[in-house]
Structure formats: C-alpha cells, structure tokens
C-alpha cells in the first residue's frame, strides 16, 4: 500500500471514529439535559450538612445550622453545635405543659426554630463533642423508641383524673431522657477553657433575641403579631405576619446579603421530590395549543399527574395567590411537615429562579443533600421562616415593628 493511500485511510477511519463517537457524546449530552439542571448564582458561606437520621428533630438540625451559620458570619468561627442538648430542654419543658393540661395538647419530638432561640435564651448552648445526645448505641439518632417511651411515661402520669401529681413524676421523666440522651453538662472544657452552656453561648456572641419568625396567612392582620395555629408550636410563640409577596422579598434579601433563613414547610405533597433534587407546583391547566392541548386532554388524571410531578421535564407553574395559602392551610393540605436551610439562590437551564436549600436527610441524594425549590413552593407551602432581623429590607422593618 502506498503511503499516500495508507495515509489518507488512516485519516478517514479517524474521522469516522470522531464523528462516531462525537454523535455518542452528543447523544449522551441529550440524555443528560433531561429534567431539571441547576446553576448556583449566590451561595452563602453555611456550615456542613448533619443527618437527622430516623429522629424528629428537623426544627433542631434546621435551627443549630442556622446558629452555626450566624455565627460564622459574623465571627468566621465554624462550630458543630449539639442539637440533642435541645432535644432534652424541649421533651422536658414539653411535659411539664403536657401534664398541666392533662394531656390536652400534642406531645413528641417535633418543634419549631422559635423553640431553639426560646431554649439558646434561656439555658444556653454546647459543642457537639460536649454532648452528642447518643448514649443509646447507634451512630446516628434512632429515637423512636425513646420518643414511645417518653409518651407513655407522660400519658401514665395524667391517665387518672383524680390522681394528685407527685413531686417526682418529673425527676422521672428527666432521668430516662437522661438514660437515653446522657446527663447535661452543668460544666465542661472547650479549646482548653471551662465554659457553662450560657457562657460559652455568650462568648460565640450569638444573640438569640436578634431572630425573628415570620409567617402569612390573611386570615390575621398584616403586620401584627399572632401565634401560629399549628401542633409543634406548643410555646404558642407569636409570628409576624406579613403579605405573601414579602416573604420572598426578605428571604431574597436575606440570601444576598449573606444572611441563611429558615425555612418550615409541607414537604407532603407530590410537588417535592428529595431523590431528583427539585421542588415545584406545577400549573393543573398548563396552556396548550393545537395537538399538545389534544393530547394532554385525552389523558386520565393519573397519567396527567405523572408528567406533571415526574421531574423529567421542566413544567409549567401555577400562580399562588394569598387565598391559595390559606385555604390549603385551613384543610390541613400545609401543614408543618419539616424545617430546611435557604442557602442560595440559583437558576435552571431555562434561567428561572429557585432557591437552594440545605436539608438534613444526609447527603446520599442527587445534590448531596440540597434541594432546588421553586419560589411558587415556598409561597404556597411555606409555614414560617427564621432569619436574622438585620436582613429584613428597613421599610419593612420598620412595618412590622421591629428595632434593629
């Protein structure tokens, strides 16, 4: 064969292999833009994910990295902060409430942020290595069976109507959360000093009164006070009330300004999808024309539903109105399912807005334990949010009454 010939074969099979296995490349490409693809735009520096584990705890976690991130941002100081030290102040002071009212109130692990500040307040705070709370075995919390322990232990105590309390029932209750959880420290050693848990939450310099709760729903007046209506926030804290519109307006803020929020919220409904990464409401009457309205028509609800809530492709979004909130509020469609972490702001392929959120269900997930979630799920699923009141934008501030 000639050199020539040999030459311009070689060059031929290489191109053929080059378009071959750049139509592959290309294939797989398009295979990968299915669904929903995210670009971060703003992240704000936060401490690392922890895992609830098989524990109710969400309003905990949510709320400790949220301390751990103020404290961040205004010291540059990373710390892992004991949530179980939370855990033991809230079963304790919630069944003290529980048997006063003879049982006529919910009793279990749930809570709210505003339970975390009430509780930083009032007793203080510790590092994680002071207090990990797992004194029952397991790496990470399982604490079903303690929670069963600790509902029947209080139901026990208020099942006869005519019994008189004794002056040990919560010397009892206390002794087997200590069984589970470990004896709180009175003091302990930290980076060579001695520390009380209200020193050294003094000497981190977070201020728990500095947090503000903030909800909607139009059935109270905007701008004002009342205590949200919902099982876990037993305390019957107060929230600040404001329109719909606002609470993007200061999670927004917040987000570009460096501030994390918190964020509860129904993660019930098919809108969220954990494995997939994205959280959205889609429009039930997505607008069509022609042989897409056609087709969409002649489909069950069942097989709607699945393209609607599958995540494979990018849907379009209802709007949500004020009413809309209140209503799945009012039957029980939003409830206070579990507590999150806005981290960051971002946009999909398409160039929409949504907002990344940290969670505590692990990192095993396709975005390492973050979620993208629509700013139309946060409007209509959202319970309450938590944020430092120097990221709410003054005039609003200043509506709702609040003195920086």
């Known amino acids: 064969m000639k050199i020539k010939t040999f030459i311009i074969l070689l060059v031929g099979a290489f191109m053929f292999n080059f378009q071959a296995f750049a139509q592959k490349a290309d294939t797989t490409a398009k295979k990968e833009v299915k669904g929903y693809h995210f670009t971060d735009v703003v992240v704000v520096p936060h401490t690392p994910i922890n895992n609830q584990y098989m524990s109710g705890t969400c309003w905990d976690f949510s709320g400790m990295e949220f301390v751990q991130d103020e404290i961040l941002r205004t010291t540059g100081k990373k710390y892992n902060l004991s949530e179980m030290f939370n855990v033991y102040h809230q079963y304790s002071g919630r069944a003290i409430k529980y048997v006063r009212l003879h049982g006529k109130m919910g009793f279990g692990p749930g809570g709210e942020t505003t339970d975390v500040m009430w509780i930083i307040k009032h007793y203080g705070m510790v590092p994680d290595s002071v207090y ?45 959360m200590s069984s589970y959880l470990g004896k709180l420290p009175e003091t302990f050693k930290y980076n060579g000093k001695t520390y009380t848990p209200e020193s050294f939450r003094d000497m981190t310099g977070f201020n728990p009164d500095n947090i503000v709760p903030v909800t909607s729903f139009m059935a109270h007046p905007y701008f004002k006070k009342f205590p949200i209506v919902v099982r876990d926030n037993w305390r019957w804290i107060p929230y600040n009330n404001v329109p719909m519109k606002d ?10 300004n460096g501030y994390t929020v918190v964020w509860g919220a129904d993660v019930s409904n098919k809108g969220f999808n954990w494995k997939k990464g994205v959280a959205f409401v889609p429009d039930q009457h997505p607008k069509l024309t022609g042989k897409a309205l056609k087709e969409w028509n002649s ?12 995540a494979d492709s990018i849907v379009q979004e209802a709007t949500i109105t004020p009413e809309m909130r209140q209503k799945d509020y009012n039957n ?44 139309a799920y946060v409007e209509l699923n959202t319970t309450t949010i938590s944020v430092n009141k120097a990221a709410i934008p003054k005039d609003l501030r200043k509506k709702m009454g609040i003195k920086k």
């Open 332 to 375: 029980y469609t939003t409830t206070d399912d579990h507590g999150m972490l806005f981290v960051g702001i971002a946009h999909d392929q398409n160039g929409k807005t949504f907002y990344k959120v940290q969670n505590s269900w692990g990192t095993h997930q396709k975005y390492h334990g973050y979620i993208y979630v629509s700013p």
């Open 299 to 310: 489909l069950s609800r069942k097989q709607k539903d699945k393209r609607l809530y599958n």
């Open 247 to 256: 609470l993007l307006v200061i999670i927004n803020n917040a987000l570009k």
């Open 132 to 176: 990990t709370g797992m004194d029952y075995g397991t790496k990470l919390p399982v604490q079903m069976e303690m929670d069963k322990v600790l509902k029947n232990y209080v139901d026990a105590i208020v099942s006869d109507p005519n019994h008189k309390l004794t002056t040990a029932w919560h010397k009892g209750f206390n002794a087997v």
